[in-house]
Nanobody, 124 residues
Framework: QVQLVDTGGGLVQTGGSLTLACAASGRTFNIYDMGWFRQAPGKEREFVAAITWSSSTYYADSVKGRFTISRDNAKNTVSLQMNSLKPEDAAVYSC??????????????????WGQGTEVTVSS
């Protein structure tokens, strides 16, 4: 069992930066792939970024070059550094965990555990 708590959302101006954090409970954090997804009002949840248990990283094309995902297994945390934010990045961001080797890193349905979400608002 893994419990996830997302923090770090807030209001930022276009072009600004924000770092989201996800704290995980459990002693087996290091064997989970971790992902960030977002959902804007009226839109489907979409993949943002992921980092595997072995620290390989994956990004949606829309955030590549602007967002950076990282993990600290000693602290059971995963972070999402978001730079050059755009109004279209505004959404509720949620971190998620899935067992390694199981399913697609890009597909929300593959993930077993979810954080409560943290809202990011980008003013134009």
């Amino acid at each position: 069992q893994v419990q996830l708590v997302d923090t770090g959302g807030g209001l930022v101006q276009t072009g600004g930066s924000l770092t989201l954090a996800c704290a995980a409970s459990g002693r087996t954090f290091n064997i989970y792939d971790m992902g960030w997804f977002r959902q804007a009002p009226g839109k489907e949840r979409e993949f943002v970024a992921a980092i595997t248990w072995s620290s390989s990283t994956y990004y949606a094309d829309s955030v590549k070059g602007r967002f950076t995902i990282s993990r600290d297994n000693a602290k059971n945390t995963v972070s999402l550094q978001m730079n050059s934010l755009k109004p279209e990045d505004a959404a509720v961001y949620s971190c998620a965990a899935k067992q390694r080797y199981r399913g697609s890193i890009y597909y929300a349905g593959t993930y077993d555990y979810w954080g409560q979400g943290t809202e990011v608002t980008v003013s134009s």
